[in-house]
């Protein structure tokens, strides 16, 4: 069966420190997709970053970055220098190929960067 | 850009009423999607359509119904409200198999 873990519930950093949120999947499919999203205490989801199965390359963009292991299953996001702006809950998010690409989500990490 | 609209934002309803959320998908989006999310969880899945189909259903109460129109708005209908009903309510839509989900800001739903 399919499954997203964020382990970590909350992460408290002080501004400009580096922080890695972790994320774990679990899937039967081959191919499937990863996202990670952003949710301000405003309440919107925001859309961070998208890859599939078959690409593992990292990816960076600003001062985030993303780090695709298909050997340990794991999504993990790093936040560089981290800005009081980046105080949000973060999902990481499972969709597979084979269905309707519902996304099963994670519980959620709630990151708050401190001035 | 256009992004994904909700209405309402905010509604409040009494127990045993009955609700309707909107939404309105990104112009060319094929597939709307309906989520839960409780206070304090993830979001989770409810129904989806695909071209005004039906196209796949998650823990969605019987009380809940959905449909897409022939432009593409959709709009979830709850029936015999419930205090657990109280819930942050999200469409997104995607286009293909693109796969990205865009979100609306969500309705949030309070059952008195």
């Known amino acids: 069966a399919q499954k997203v873990t964020q382990a970590q519930t909350e992460i408290s950093v002080v501004e400009k420190e580096d922080v890695t949120l972790d994320c774990v999947y679990e899937t039967r499919d081959t191919t499937y997709y990863l996202f990670w999203y952003k949710q301000p205490p405003s309440g919107e989801l925001v859309f961070l970053i998208r890859r599939n199965s078959f690409d593992e390359q990292n990816e960076i963009s600003g001062r985030y970055s993303w780090n695709f292991q298909k050997s340990t299953s794991s999504f993990n996001f790093t936040i560089t220098a981290s800005q009081v702006v980046d105080s949000a809950v973060y999902f990481c998010?499972?969709?597979?190929?084979?269905?309707?690409?519902?996304?099963?989500f994670g519980t959620g990490t709630r990151l708050k960067v401190l001035a | 850009a256009a992004g994904v609209i909700q209405s309402p934002r905010h509604l409040i309803k009494e127990k045993r009423e009955t609700a309707t959320l909107k939404c309105y998908p990104i112009p060319r989006h094929d597939t709307v999607y309906w989520y839960q999310q409780g206070p304090g969880q993830d979001p989770q899945f409810l129904i989806s359509f695909y071209e005004k189909m039906q196209s796949d259903k998650g823990s969605i109460p019987d009380r809940f119904s959905a449909q897409q129109f022939s432009d593409y708005h959709s709009e979830l209908n709850m029936s015999s409200l419930e205090l657990g009903d109280s819930a942050l309510y999200f469409c997104?839509?995607?286009?293909?198999?693109?796969?990205?989900?865009?979100f609306g800001a969500g309705t949030r739903l309070s059952v008195l």
């Open positions: 998010a499972l969709s597979e190929n084979s269905g309707t690409y519902k996304y099963i």
């Open positions: 997104a839509s995607s286009l293909g198999d693109i796969n990205i989900q865009y």
